[in-house]
């Protein structure tokens, strides 16, 4: 059984050779496609040892930045692995979990699974970033008949035969609730499972704003409302 790990990259030139070196280091069969954004902070040259094509890492260069939803979808094209997981290139998450969260499918007990940083007693942030994330899980709930507990999650695992049936538009942070509300609406089995956390701040390079909660509110109608 083969992993395939999706990784959007944009102005990580501080955390993705780190990252990418903890990936490696989990004891599974994988690929690992990074999808660079446009970076303009040094992310490119960090990411020159894995371009050799010498190891399972393959890197794609967008020459401008076009926003992790479409990332995202770059490295779902690119996949070939039987399991498809998504994993953020800064340090917050920790790879060191992908075998607990690859068990559900393994086991034919779930399609996708979610790994969900407010289950458990992980570091959740602050109280405004718990009390937004929480609010949009209730509503994706209410939209959707689910009790989910974490919409914004990077660790969102997928049978690959889930991948075709799903159609992704979204560029920016909005590929979270894309994804969400389409894996419901299918009906496909979504397990959560909890998660460690460690939550970096916007001076830290963090890109996700309270705009972008906006976007992920319209998201969730729009995928409601559409046939």
């Keep these: 059984m083969k992993l395939s790990v999706v990784i959007p990259v944009y102005n990580e030139a501080r955390t993705v050779a780190q990252l990418v070196e903890k990936v490696r280091a989990v004891p599974l069969e994988k ?62 998450l920790d790879p060191g979990e992908y075998p607990r969260l690859l068990q559900p499918i393994l086991d034919g007990t779930a399609d996708v699974v979610f790994g969900s940083r407010f289950l458990g007693a992980g570091k959740r942030g602050s109280l405004s970033f718990y009390l937004a994330n929480r609010s949009l899980a209730t509503l994706t709930n209410l939209l959707f008949g689910a009790q989910l507990t974490d919409i914004e999650t990077c660790y969102k695992v997928f049978r690959r035969d889930v991948l075709p049936s799903l159609t992704l538009r979204a560029s920016r942070f909005e590929i979270e609730p894309e994804l969400t509300a389409q894996v419901l609406k299918r009906g496909y089995r979504l397990v959560e499972l909890p998660i460690g956390y460690r939550p970096r701040g916007h001076d830290e390079g ?10 992920a509110i319209y998201t969730l109608v729009q995928q409601r409302l559409s046939r």
């Design 31 to 92: 690929e690992i496609i990074i999808v660079n954004d446009g970076s303009r902070d040094g992310t490119r040259e960090a990411l020159g040892p894995y371009e050799s094509g010498a190891s399972s890492v393959r890197v794609h260069h967008s020459p401008v930045n076009l926003g992790k939803g479409a990332s995202v979808r770059i490295g779902f094209s690119l996949a070939s692995g039987d399991i498809v997981i998504i994993q953020d290139a800064d340090l917050e």
């Design 206 to 215: 963090k890109k996700i704003s309270w705009k972008d909660g906006f976007a």
